[in-house]
């Protein structure tokens, strides 16, 4: 079978569609006769090989062009979505719609071997590469702040603050600047007044910075982009 990107549906051929239905993993399969499929079910086909790569094999079978794959699963003149596990199947949606194939799969999805966890180092790797600040809540501060393996400044804001909005693009240069280096956090005090109150928070913007989960500053008022660059590289050389 020629070699396909994990997260995509698997295009067969005559000769492969025998080697992908022989999968020990739960097998999702739409046949159709070349015509154009309803995008819904497209997307859903193409979320479902990305979301369940190497837990469930997509396979997207053109039956014009496969006239025996028409005749062994009796297609009509319509679309055909089957279930299958180990060779048999477990239930065929005839012209299916895009709830058709989530419904399929999350059926499938119970004979499928779990998802492999990341490894602490992969989810930390993958919060800090987007080089964008984090939004943080009352919930999610613990984990985004004070369990990071990051320095981090977070930035006290609200909507209407006009000191917030002068800082708010340099904020946005900085976290592309040192990401991977520093996480840049952002709390809006007007839907997390739980924060506010934790940390004292008079005015705003408030910065401040954590370090190993302590706090070791904090600066009210917008600084200019070189002191907060200069206060950036003081929190990364900081020893705690």
Same mark, same amino acid.
């Given at each position: 079978?020629? !070699?396909?990107?994990?997260?995509?549906?698997?295009?067969?051929?005559? @000769?492969?569609? *025998?080697? #992908?239905?022989?999968?020990?993993?739960?097998?999702?399969?739409?046949?159709?006769?070349?015509?154009?499929?309803?995008?819904? =079910?497209?997307?859903?086909? *193409?979320? #479902?090989? &990305?979301?369940?790569?190497?837990?469930?094999?997509?396979?997207?079978? *053109?039956?014009?062009?496969?006239?025996?794959?028409?005749?062994?699963?009796?297609? /009509?003149?319509?679309?055909?979505?089957?279930?299958? @596990?180990? /060779?048999?199947?477990?239930?065929?949606?005839?012209?299916?719609? /895009?709830?058709?194939?989530?419904?399929?799969?999350?059926? @499938?999805?119970? &004979? #499928?071997?779990?998802? !492999?966890?990341? #490894?602490?180092?992969?989810?930390?790797?993958?919060?800090?590469?987007?080089?964008?600040?984090?939004?943080?809540?009352?919930?999610?501060?613990?984990?985004? =702040?004070?369990?990071?393996?990051?320095? =981090?400044? =977070? *930035?006290?804001?609200?909507?209407?603050?006009?000191?917030?909005?002068?800082?708010?693009?340099?904020?946005?240069?900085?976290?592309?600047? +040192?990401?991977?280096?520093?996480?840049?956090?952002?709390?809006?005090?007007?839907?997390?007044?739980?924060?506010?109150?934790? +940390?004292?928070?008079?005015?705003?913007?408030?910065?401040? +910075?954590?370090?190993? /989960?302590?706090?070791?500053?904090?600066? !009210?008022?917008?600084?200019?982009? &070189?002191?907060?660059?200069?206060?950036?590289?003081?929190?990364?050389?900081?020893?705690?």
């Amino acid at each position: 079978m020629t !070699a396909l990107p994990a997260n995509a549906p698997i295009k067969t051929d005559g @000769l492969s569609i *025998d080697e #992908a239905l022989r999968s020990p993993l739960p097998v999702l399969l739409l046949v159709w006769n070349g015509e154009t499929l309803r995008s819904e =079910v497209k997307n859903e086909l *193409d979320k #479902a090989a &990305h979301d369940y790569a190497g837990r469930i094999v997509v396979i997207k079978a *053109d039956a014009s062009q496969l006239p025996e794959v028409a005749q062994r699963f009796e297609l /009509g003149k319509h679309p055909l979505l089957i279930g299958m @596990l180990c /060779g048999e199947v477990l239930g065929r949606r005839p012209r299916p719609w /895009g709830t058709d194939v989530q419904g399929m799969v999350e059926e @499938l999805a119970k &004979h #499928a071997p779990p998802a !492999a966890p990341l #490894a602490a180092e992969e989810k930390e790797e993958k919060a800090v590469t987007t080089g964008k600040p984090v939004h943080v809540t009352d919930q999610t501060f613990q984990k985004e =702040v004070i369990d990071s393996k990051l320095p =981090v400044l =977070v *930035d006290f804001w609200a909507a209407w603050c006009g000191p917030c909005k002068q800082v708010a693009p340099i904020l946005d240069k900085l976290a592309g600047e +040192f990401v991977g280096k520093v996480r840049i956090a952002k709390v809006d005090v007007d839907a997390n007044p739980q924060l506010s109150q934790v +940390f004292g928070i008079q005015s705003i913007p408030t910065l401040m +910075f954590v370090k190993n /989960g302590k706090i070791v500053g904090q600066q !009210a008022g917008a600084l200019p982009e &070189h002191i907060l660059r200069d206060a950036i590289n003081q929190l990364i050389a900081l020893k705690v």
